[in-house]
């Protein structure tokens, strides 16, 4: 009777995570926690005798999760989802993906890790779960408000994003290190895969998918869709991509046919099975005797985590013109780690490439953000009313004016009037200089990676060419800076006669107030983004040594210098007017 | 990247099946012949190169597929369909399940197989696919029909005792030989395991299920359910028992509480899955090379099963008092070996007691019969409308007259008057002395087995005490066979008595006449059933060889003069009336 160990397994697996998971829902926290905690009872390192047995092919089982996990969060995706929120979400992913990276590789540097591991805490810290927090949202019956439409917009973004770094972070996992030539290469295969993905998806899938909706056979959509998914899954793989990246991108080209509730229908029983046994064979590899060496470094990635998603998110949705309510709303729904940091983990670790320790201090911030969540998600609403119950009157003012300024250029957006084409105009003039800016430090933080080669090459000290390549990239800056600077006065102009001409509550301030505080909230909140988003840059700069130090001291100095001069303006200005 | 090669196996085995599946509704064949057939192209016996790496692991993958299989056949079965069609499922799939045991016993017999070897061929060909023809006769919309309620009341009598059967079986073949002692063992576990099967499934499942629902969530029903499903399996594994039993018995309870619905909606995708793999691993698992040595056995195995099936079901069906074209319907709707044979044969080729060559055999008649079973549903009606138009006069009357006589004892059973209930009662006395002969030639047949363990044991000649059982058998049968005849008469005359007073149509023929037509009619249809169920007595004592076979050959003349005299009879009556 040998042959039946697995079923034995599978009885054990699926009984600890039935009945775990059903504890945990009486106790209202997400599955997850269950499985993962379920992991962890029946793991080998856990009991004195092991209860599964076919480990490896719990392992192998776990692979097939991971892809149909990945192809059913492909399938809910839409871009008609991303549409409905606008280019908010891309804009509030994007400042919140920027930082959570920075602040994980930060953290990774921290612990004394690698640049490739800080890379990977940085990608497994840049995404939130869309599977916990959709149905967190749908548990609470939030799904209808605006800030969980937002919410969903930026999930998806990241897990779009999510799918490029994994492809990318697989690519450099595999190969070691790194060189030019390599993220050529990668960059080859992931234009050639995207490319036959597109290709593939916009020619074939739905085709075939009609063919097997004609049957009128849920079997064969199941099967044909399975298929289609491990098929793309595959191909990923064999591009030296990750097996993640194909089934997610076969999901949504699925996702986007015109049977795709159907197809969703009978690929989401597959898939939380499967999805079960993944997140329970996370928790089997979890070394509890290692328990001392990671849950430190585990809480402070979850802390970290929970912290950056907040203020990264509620800063980005306040920066897009919504109200304090809805900012803080979508900042507390988003710090929760799931299964694309597992996915992240999981590549990078299973590549060899990647410390070890990475998978356990991911699985533990999962599984403690899991546990925070429903409570962090409770807490927007008191402390809001709490904040506006105690706040003094200047700053009720200056958060009130600062918002209605903000909000008038998002209205701006959505009008065709002379002013507002004005507004329009130089609002992308700020915003394509200030991606100037990131991006040239984004070059200079890689310029920086390769230093070391430059410097054997030209015969230099190394910290003496990481602060010409610093101070390059400050005077690369000059003119992004002026140009910004100038637009933001056009725009703070702007908008403010805009609004004055169309709100008579503006009027309280009078104009060079206004002018003042807006130039002053904007510079500083740019320049805390800007800093976060340096942290890369400058960690490599330090530790280059002497000369290169300077660098980030004077960056340090200017920044502060300019910060606290910001907020003694915007102060003072209060001070006077109220 | 060595440890995605599930991930590869996976997607070729979903792609393949996929695609011949796809092809095969396209030529609107059963998707289980794809299955097998897509399992044979990636067989590493059918390619030089073998395309599939972890053929432990997908046949690991199998047994979860086998135990999930036959899950979702016992949450589709219910006492509520058995009841639809009440006393008279139980009756046709008794009749059929002898004949076909019978029939593959003898047939295993003449391929030369051994005891073990038969009785396996004989419970493998007893049993008919439900999946499929379940789904065949929705295809053809045709599940309204009567016919098709007989065929799935049938079904369900045949799974049930399929289960019952397998648990026998893998007892026996876990032992290897089966001794009094063995079975003793046996029945007392497989006691055991259906009052724990029962007082877990009364008491325990539908709290648990109920307690699931609560949380309205289908990932939590399914994950409840599969592990409920795999600690049944499991603990009728530990029991000796097959995991199939299990995971039947699981299922049917399961189907039986009220969110049965739900779970099935959630199962289906699962075990769609699984299932697709099972009959993949199964078609791979045949080795092309040996065609020439399986090929004319399981032609011989196709034809006796679908021939069989067709008889037994139509004969079983008009002894139960239906016309001939709702016999010959249900019949025709029978003959397709499927998901429980396939399982029959896995039980007994992996326990490895049984020979090997049963596996090619019976996949091949599954995948033959796949193929002729949509044609030969499709016969019926043709047939039934050719006979109908070609019987000569006496034909028609006497299946009109001897059909009408069981449809009255039929309509008696469902009536309280006085004359009726003198009908039932002698009509369950002749059902009670048959079902009595057929114990004792089962008595007798087990018996014969043992022939050469009691000749060591008594010094006596094996073939003398075949001879003294076989008469001691027929001796016994006696006072069964006179109170057979005895109530036989009775039931025709007080039938004929009921029909007359109620029929205008009967009284065309005279009394006298319809007697001995039904009389005769009737022993001779009995007569050629317990000749066929006798074949296992018969070939045991042929074996036995010298005198022993004096008692078949006997045995043999009786009925050829019995039958021949009946025969005569009825003809004589029908010249001479019409």
Redesign the interface.
Known sequence: ?E??????D??II??V???V??LF?RLRQP?ILGYLIAGLIISPYTLPIPLVE?ID?I???A??GL?LLLFGIGLEFSWSKIRAVGLVAPIIGGIEIFTMFALGYGLGQLFGWSTLDSIFLGAAMHISSSAIIVKILRDMGRQNLLSSKLIVGILVVEDFAAVIIIAVLSGIA?TGAATFGDIGSLMLRLIIFFAAALGFGALLVPRIIE??HR?H????L???S???C??M??LS?YLGLS?AAGAFLIGALIGDTKHSKEIDQ?????R??FA?LFFVSIGMLINILQFKSFIFLALATSALFILGKILGNTLGTFLCGFTGRTSLRVGTGMPQAGEFSLAIAKTGV?SGAVIPLLYPVVVATTAITSFTTPYIIRLADPITDLLNRRASEPIKRYEASFSNWLHGIRNAFSSRSKPAQEIQHSGRNVLVNFLLIVVLIGIGTSAVQFVDNIATFTHLRPDILGLLISFLIVVLCVPALIAFWRNLRLLIDETIKYLLSRRSSARALNQETLHTIIRGSIMVTLSILLAIWSIPLIISLLSLGSFAIAAPIILLAILIYFLSTSVRNIHSQLETTF
């Open positions: 009777m042959e039946f160990t697995l079923v034995k599978f009885a699926m009984a995570a039935g009945g998971t059903l829902r599955p076919n092919t392992r192998l089982l692979d097939l892809v595999t063919i097997t049957f056979s849920r079997e064969a199941l099967i044909t399975i298929s289609l491990f098929i899954a595959l793989e097996v009978v690929v989401t029983p597959v939380d099975m079960a299973d």
